[in-house]
């Protein structure tokens, strides 16, 4: 097993990053009933395992008891029929669920699938509460015309229902919808606490962690507790006993996206940018979220920037975010942002160097 | 004078301008008088011209086609022109005028033919050949192309007004400022102003502006091929001034162009000659008289060239000729930037522009412009019928091109009866392998198929009887007995059965033919009716000519195995122009060979199109000339489909700059899905003409970050238009993807990555979505199974992002380290704790290899894998089941019974009943589906056993429908480790589990 898996904390006691958190959830728990939540916060800051303990919390070991369902729903959609597949995860408590997964059909999915869910009462089993819980993972990405069908639900079946929304970008959930929600903010772990979890796994481990590694590791994995620990095996399997100054290991995609920044500012031609755009196809193909994309290509050029330049490019990388999430091919918007760049960038050279 | 001496003496006439001066002096007072009212000379003159002259000079030609009769009327005219020539003459004055920027040019007609030979004596000066008269083809005389440049303006109003570039046809004297710009003014209006960076040629009209006195004709045509590598830009491109000359000042000519060239673009320079009258063709031959080359790259042209003793020529050499057919203005800036009205070649004939300011003048020309029209129309009225009519062919000899394939309908048709007619049928046996019953000829229209089939039946005596898709074709009932009439296919039916028709009676020399024509058309209502012909064609006791465009089509699909295909090819623009011709001669049309060559080219080997254009255009005029048939063409080609290829062909090629904007439009919605693909395929490919030189790149880098804005643009766009059905802004979407991107990068393609084609590309965004896909689907299924293990709880993103890497280490690593037993058993264990199996392992590797970083399964030797597949099965035998197993086990191929009788054990609470029943329903329509199950009962058995020995407490749903396995989407068939193989790869290894890795590396 992944040490990832392996040391996550099953209960809210056993948290070790969040504690705070942690215990109001606890308090909020021993109230008997709880809100709405909606856990918002950059991956890899716990708050799926924080969900997964609290629900423990709330039901006990039996919410552990899960089971994993791939099938198809038949949904109403106007006056047609559709057919939507999801994958729920659910134990008798709850109900896991990713709506966004539908696509663009998570319309239906929320008025119909979710709302059907939500009427329902549970039966009344020992260790219920009354109600039921529905996790929606990645509401941030639900379409507007989605979060608007939720926040009727969440009103007409709060008597035997509670949502526990999970997103990484509140901003993005409309809201009407945070309003309806207690909000809890999982910010990334700090650096210390990083290093205390990773020092905490090396112990476990019976391995020998250099602290100067485990900050890097922390570093470089840019506060995310899930890629720390991931990172801290890879480097365990890579070489061992540790050396306070090994190499960090990099994931593939990492790697990839590095060279294409290398691409990018050694030569700034149509040629270039169409090896771009096949490198960029090759990412995006092989799943890597183009916001993950855009964003690790611009911190990588930063790095290679001149200053004056910092500001222009990440306003246009801004820019053609904002552009990608309201389209819908996101090559097109990837190779405008590095058309953009590869424009500024080489009318600066020529003007400085000439 | 011979036509050939005034050339001569136009070409030397830069030289000396002022060589005439003495009969230019010689005159003045002739015209004086008759300038009457103009007291500047200059102005006088061209009045004269654009009116009296001219009136007189159609009159005679409208009358006779002129007989000898006019020849008078003609002297008279001529010698007024030459009067005003030599008047004109004196070219200081009139540079004096250009440099005014009032004025232009010379204008010249050309002339040739001997009729001439007086006004050339007199000559002077190209005016007098204006003064033939252009368009009568019947004096004799040649054809006179009276263009002047126009250009301008200024001054003189009314020659400009006069324009319509009736000085193309009818070649009046009407010199001078008779603007006719003609051709490719009407699309410039993109850049109307010429900009000295700008290659001179695409972006002023083209005024080849003197007629000029030569022997014309000569045949043209566009004959460079495509060349495939990238061509280096020309170092001084558009620095230089682009010349324009007369019409036809390398009328006869035949140029062939190799390497790069100092200033023009290749497509430049075929264009620049073309509109000169020169002929282009692709490769050095012994009628070649110049090779067009700036630096002797010593490539097979120049070599080949070098060999024949071809004259190379430089691009200064090629300007130098073309500007010496025009008096040269050495003052003159360049040329007159006011592009007056840009006047379309095509009215050649059409009345004159009534605008003149010289009332009478004007109104008198008016008069014989009609009157020549009308005689023209008189002239048809009596030909009613239809050219590709008129002009079917009607011995062997004239149908074009496929002369093989002529001839083999023929062996065929003569061979027919020896096989299958009464003779053959002791041997039955054989001759159906020798000879197919029936033929199949194919092609598109136009190519002469029907006509080849009736021509064929008639030279070998048969009687054709055809059916095509004015006839019901459906199924023939099954009382053909009841005898002709009703349907069609039952006359067929007798018809072909009716021995003593076809054969008995052969002696009788009644021998027939069905012709089956249009086949591929029958649908809808021809119910049946393929496969009724082929019952025919089986059963036949007569020869069937089948005939169809698309032999690819579905339809015929099962047809053409009984029939011997015959493909019709395009006929040669050669062959095809000079057919064209004969028949233009017989109308008595006269018509530039390298018209002709251009009109054959646009219709793709569509004869009958050809001459319905020509008909057509003989309506306008009797004569016609490559600027003609080209405006109208384009005029016409809009109208036509346009595949997306061709589409995005137009709107970034050379000439995207001059389309008009409803053209793009057209272009752009096309194919509102493919051309916008397309274009984002292969912007990148495209050196933007607006950027003109470009040394350092950056506004070729700017164009590019614009465009590429601009398609991201259309992208959102697109989004309101298909997720929101906001279609009304269907137009603006065309305009964000399509048509700005073209407006800044249309120009010269060039080759990006060695090797390639230098053709556009498919779109690759659709190829690359798909695939997408794909591994997506995998990717979820590791993911569900992921969930499935019940030890973690990761989002899909972070699957991909952070557990992929770490994982396909764990997977891969040990198969290299270890000692093969160890490694498999840890590899097998990490497998089973994440409830993986292995085509999980194969995505894994597959995903988390980028290209470029190496295949992780790479150097892993195959006896590893095996044991890995072996202990693989074997763990999966003696294990305690996998709560992901449950998943795919219930999709197993021979789960079908199950579906029956479900076996659920289902911990849902109750409340959920609702979705269960229609789960239910749901399952027993999927039990159908599932039914490609060949496995047996054995696996079902095993599926249940693993169900009850598995460990209390866990959650099992052995539900089917529900379970649609995580894998619904990988389509299942193959043999895969637990029965659940993936159909999807199409190679599968032929150990499906030993080589796990041997796809990986594609």
Sequence with gaps: MLWVDKYRPRTLDKVMVHKEEATNLKNLIAQGDCPHLLFYGPSGAGKKTLIMALLREMFGPSAEKVKVENKPWKVEAGTRKIEVELTTVSSNHHVELNPSDAGFQDRYVVQEIIKEMAKNRPLDVAGNRGFKVLVLNEVDKLSKEAQHSLRRTMEKYSAACRLILCCNSASKVIEAVRSRCLNIRINSPSREDIVDVLTFVAKKENLVLPPELAGRIAHHSNRNLRRSILCLEACKVKQYPFTADQEVQTTDWEQFIVGLANDIVTEQSPKKLFQVREKLYELLVNCIPPEVILKRLLDELMKKLDSELKHEVCHWAAFYEHRMQQGQKAIFHLEAFVAKFMSIYKRFLIDTFG | ?1002
């Excluded at chain 2, 301008?152 to 007004?161: F, R, S």
């Excluded at chain 2, 004939?349 to 009157?371: C, F, H, L, R």
């Excluded at chain 2, 015929?556 to 006929?571: A, D, E, G, Q, V």
């Design chain 2, 1 to 1002: 004078m011979a036509s050939g001496d005034i050339r001569k003496w136009f070409m030397k006439q830069p030289a000396k301008a002022a060589a005439a001066p003495a009969a230019a002096t010689s005159t003045p007072d002739g015209k004086k008088e008759e300038g009457a009212n103009g007291t500047d000379r200059y102005k006088s003159t061209s009045k004269f011209f654009s009116g009296a002259s001219p009136a007189e000079k159609v009159k005679d030609e409208g009358k006779a086609k002129p007989g000898a009769a006019s020849s008078k009327r003609i002297k008279e005219a001529v010698n007024l022109d030459s009067d005003d020539d030599e008047f004109e003459k004196p070219l200081p004055k009139r540079a004096r005028n250009v440099g005014k920027g009032s004025e232009d040019e010379s204008d010249v007609g050309k002339g040739r033919g001997k009729g001439r030979g007086e006004s050339n004596a007199k000559g002077t000066q190209d005016m007098d050949i204006d003064a033939s008269p252009a368009k009568a083809p019947a004096a004799g005389r040649g054809r006179g192309r009276g263009r002047g440049d126009s250009s301008a303006k200024g001054t003189q109003d009314m020659d400009v007004d006069a324009s319509p570039a009736k000085g193309g046809g009818r070649g009046r004297g009407r010199g001078r400022g008779k603007g006719d710009a003609p051709v490719a003014s009407a699309s410039t209006e993109d850049d109307p102003e010429p900009s000295p960076k700008k290659p001179a040629a695409q972006a002023a009209p083209k005024p080849a502006p003197a007629g000029r006195g030569r022997g014309g004709g000569g045949g043209g045509g566009r004959g460079g091929g495509f060349n495939f590598g990238a061509r280096e830009a020309p170092p001084h491109k558009g620095e230089k001034e682009v010349p324009e000359g007369a019409e036809d000042a390398l009328a006869g000519l035949t140029f062939v162009i190799s390497g790069t060239l100092d200033s023009l673009e290749r497509e430049e320079a075929e264009h620049l000659i073309k509109c000169h009258g020169g002929r282009i063709t692709g490769s050095v031959s012994k009628k070649t008289d110049y090779l067009l080359a700036d630096e002797d790259v010593g490539g097979r042209k120049s070599q080949k060239a070098k060999e024949l003793g071809v004259k190379f020529l430089t691009e200064d050499g090629l300007f130098d000729m073309i500007r010496k057919t025009k008096r040269k203005q050495s003052a003159a800036p360049p040329p007159p930037p006011v592009k007056a009205e840009p006047v379309k070649a095509i009215n050649v004939v059409k009345t004159p522009n009534p605008k003149t300011n010289d009332d009478v003048k004007g109104k008198a020309k008016i008069e014989n412009g009609n009157s020549s029209f009308v005689n023209n129309g008189k002239a048809h009225a009596a030909e009613s019928e239809s050219w590709p009519h008129k002009h079917r062919p009607q011995s062997m000899d004239e149908i074009i091109g496929n002369q093989s394939i002529v001839k083999q309908v023929q062996d065929w048709l003569l061979q027919w009866e020896k096989h299958h007619g009464n003779a053959a049928k002791g041997k039955k046996g054989n001759s159906s392998s020798q000879q197919k019953k029936a033929v199949l000829l194919s092609g598109n229209p136009g190519m002469g198929k029907t006509t080849t089939a009736r021509l064929v039946c008639q030279l070998l005596g048969y009687e054709a009887l055809e059916v095509n898709a004015s006839d019901s074709r459906g199924k023939s009932d099954s009382n053909v007995k009841t005898g002709m009439g009703g349907k069609t296919s039952n006359t067929i039916k007798e018809m072909i059965s009716n021995k003593s028709l076809a054969f008995d009676g052969g002696k009788s020399d009644r021998k027939t033919v069905l012709i089956m024509d249009e086949v591929d058309g029958m649908s809808g209502g021809d119910r049946g009716g393929v496969a009724d012909l082929i019952a025919s064609i089986k059963s036949s006791h007569i020869p069937i000519i089948c005939i169809c465009n698309d032999k690819y089509s579905q339809k015929l699909k099962s047809l053409i195995n009984y029939c011997l295909p015959l493909p019709f090819r395009k006929p040669t623009k050669q062959q095809m122009a000079k057919r064209l011709q004969q028949i233009a001669k017989k109308e008595g049309l006269e018509i530039e060979e390298i018209a002709l060559e251009e009109l054959s080219e646009r219709v793709n080997g569509d004869m009958r199109m050809a001459l319905n254009q020509l008909q057509y255009m003989s309506l306008r005029s009797r004569t016609l000339k490559y600027t003609d048939v080209r405006a109208r063409l384009m005029a016409s080609a809009k109208d036509e489909d346009v595949t997306p290829f061709s589409a995005v062909d137009k709107l970034l090629g050379f000439d995207g700059g001059r389309l008009r904007m409803d053209e793009r439009m057209d272009a752009a919605m096309s194919d509102m899905d493919l051309v916008p693909l397309l274009i984002q395929e292969n912007y990148l490919n495209y050196c933007p003409s607006k950027c003109g030189r470009d040394d350092s790149g950056t506004a070729r880098m700017d164009a590019i970050a614009r465009t590429a804005l601009s398609i991201a643009e259309g992208d959102i766009v697109n989004v309101q238009i298909r997720r929101f059905r906001q279609w009304q802004h269907a137009q603006m979407g065309a305009f964000m993807t399509s048509i700005i991107p073209a407006a800044y990068m249309h120009g010269r393609r060039e080759v990006l990555v060695q090797g390639e084609r230098n053709f556009n590309r498919f779109g690759g965004w659709l190829g690359k979505n798909s695939t997408f896909g794909k591994k997506t689907r995998l990717l979820e299924d590791v993911h569900v199974h992921l969930l499935a293990s019940r030890i973690c709880e990761p989002t899909r993103e972070a699957v991909r992002l952070d557990y992929l890497p770490l994982l396909s280490m764990h997977l891969t690593q040990p198969l290299h380290n270890l000692p093969k037993d160890e490694a498999v058993q840890q590899v097998v264990d990490v497998l089973e704790e994440y409830s993986l199996d292995q085509e999980d392992m194969e995505t894994i590797v597959d995903i988390a290899t980028l290209k470029g970083g190496e295949g992780l399964l790479e150097g892993v030797p195959a006896a590893t894998k095996t044991a890995l597949t072996k202990a693989y099965k074997q763990r999966l035998g003696d294990r305690r089941v996998r709560s992901a197993d449950l998943l795919p086990v219930l999709s197993l191929p021979g789960s079908k019974k199950v579906t029956k009788k479900p076996a659920r054990m289902n911990f849902m609470p109750a409340d959920d009943g609702e979705n269960l029943d229609s789960l239910e329903d749901s399952a027993e329509a999927e039990g159908e589906e599932e039914g490609d199950a060949e496995e047996d009962e054995d696996l079902e058995a095993k599926a249940l056993a693993l169900l009850t020995e598995s460990r209390p407490g866990m959650t099992l749903t052995l539900d089917p429908a529900k379970t649609k396995a995580a894998g619904a989407g990988r389509g299942r068939g193959g043999g895969g480790g637990r029965g659940r193989g993936r159909g999807k790869d199409s190679s599968q290894p032929k150990t499906p589990k030993a080589t796990p890795a041997a796809k990986r590396k594609k």
